[in-house]
């Protein structure tokens, strides 16, 4: 089973504090896991656009999304436009990035 499959296989967990930050070597791994998808704000949050040929498609994608995220009850911050959303997670309560984002950032790949 590939590390992308892996992360979309689990499911996250409420987690609160800094001792749920993931180490670099963590988020390395992870982040070569998905495909296209950077770290942003100095590290702080993953980030990928996602293109659709129109308004249809990329409004079907957020739905979808939203699905996951509300199954997971961890949420992205979406930027939403024509042709076009892009997904940022990062988890808040953490103060940086969790495993909870890259699980999500797993299963929303799925979806694109």
Partial sequence: MSLLA???SRHC???RGQDHLLP???IRG???ALPDWERIE???AISKTYRFGDYYRTMAF???LAFVAHREDHHPDLSVHYDRVVVRFSTHDV???SLND???AAKVEQLG
Wanted: net charge negative; aromatic share 8%.
């Fill in 24 to 26: 670099e070597d963590k």
């Fill in 102 to 104: 890259f699980i999500c």
């Fill in 62 to 64: 957020v739905n979808a």
């Fill in 30 to 32: 992870y982040l070569n």
């Fill in 42 to 44: 100095d590290g702080q």
């Fill in 6 to 8: 892996e992360l979309a």
């Fill in 95 to 97: 103060g940086g990035l």
């Fill in 13 to 15: 967990s409420p987690l």
